[in-house]
């Protein structure tokens, strides 16, 4: 079982920059590959982000590459979505995602544990 709690959102104007945390219970959380995906209303969730359990391979929505990167410390059980030159259509409920599985990253249904989800607003 793991248990997954995110952190930092909040609001910021259009170019700013956020780093979303995600801390992981658990033992064995170096051996799952992690995602983060978000949701806007009346959207539905989409993929963000994802890395491997090693950290060597990692995965971007063409919406985000190049603006976002996520990357993990596997130490301290966390992994990180550090969030630059941030539009209004970034806007949304961000949520952290894990899975032991090595297969597939980019679906919802790819993830076992899910986290509560933080909020991101992006003002014009």
């Known amino acids: 079982q793991v248990q997954l709690v995110e952190s930092g959102g909040g609001l910021v104007q259009a170019g700013g920059s956020l780093r979303l945390s995600c801390a992981a219970s658990g033992r064995t959380f170096s051996t799952y590959q992690m995602g983060w995906f978000r949701q806007a209303p009346g959207k539905e969730r989409e993929f963000v982000a994802a890395i491997r359990w090693s950290g060597s391979s990692t995965y971007y929505a063409d919406s985000v590459k190049g603006r976002f990167t996520i990357s993990r410390d596997n130490a301290k059980n966390t992994v990180y979505l550090q969030m630059n030159s941030l539009k209004p259509e970034d806007t949304a409920v961000y949520y952290c995602?894990?899975?032991?599985?090595?297969?597939?990253?980019?679906?919802?249904?790819?993830?076992?544990?899910w986290g509560q989800g933080t909020q991101v607003t992006i003002s014009s």
């Open positions: 995602a894990a899975t032991s599985d090595f297969g597939r990253i980019y679906r919802t249904t790819d993830y076992h544990y």
